[in-house]
């Protein structure tokens, strides 16, 4: 969807971390033009001004904000801001990450704590101040968390990651049944290789992101449009019985492999320049 076309969410707001870019920009697309308005939140205004020209264009209804997904202040100021002029929040993607590839036994402290604090803490606070707030208005809401398929299957290189999105899974299968009797949904979305995120190209060498396409069943990448409506699905009335689920969307990539063995078998990985 590229333009307004219904209004399935017509009166709704909805907070989408990390939305400027990659999958939370598909997020942000696919909701605005079901008729939601959107707020993108990042640390980077840089990231979150080109996505709001684009949705605006489009005929969506977007706002961006510098947030800090670490910092409880920030996202508590933003809940305040929003209540200033709407009632509050009614769908919450936390879709703010950090990554980066490196072998464990080159991982910093550091750069451990970084991943941990963006994902996992991050995903709580964010989940903690609007979802209370959700709670206390009485009105029920929807929370989707972005994850991956290596949260359960593993992967070299990722160690920091894989362990902050399993957390992120116990999170959300922990808050589904707790919070289910406030009429809150919280499910998860485990996207694989998504082409446009900018992602592969960071990652992985061409050779990699060509292996895995071909290790993939479906013989392609994913597009970031998919994952928006796979969301729209989630937050929508039709998605009113499914709680505390983890959609998969990697075209059956993780299904008796994971999707980096190939790249721990090269040199430059066993060396630890990856």
Known sequence: MSQVQDRLFAGKVALVTGGGTGIGKGIAKELAARGAHVIIASRSLENLTPAVAEVTAQGGSIEAHIMDVRNTDQIEAL??????TR??????????AGNFLVPTRKLSYNGWKTVIDIVLNGTFYCTKVFGEDMIERGEGGKIINIVATYAWHGSPGVVHSAAAKAGVVALTRSLAVEWA??????????????????????????????????????????????????????????????????????????????????????????????
Not at 79 to 84: D, F, I, R, S, W
Not at 236 to 251: C, N, Q, R, W
Request: charged share 25%; aromatic share 8%; no cysteine.
């Open 181 to 274: 009797p406030y009429d809150l949904q919280i499910n998860a979305i485990a996207p694989g290789p998504i082409e446009g995120t900018g992602g592969q190209e960071r990652l992985f060498p061409d050779e990699v992101v060509e292996a895995v396409r071909q290790s993939i069943p479906a013989k392609r990448l994913g597009q970031t449009s998919e994952v928006g409506k796979a969301a729209a699905f989630l937050l929508s009335p039709d998605a009113s019985f499914i709680t505390g689920e983890v959609l998969t969307m990697d075209g059956g990539a993780w299904l008796g492999k994971g999707m980096l063995e190939r790249f721990a078998e090269m040199p430059t990985f066993r060396k630890g320049t990856p």
């Open 87 to 96: 009632r509050g929040i009614d769908f919450l993607v936390n879709n703010a």
């Open 79 to 84: 809940l305040k801001t929003v209540k200033q």
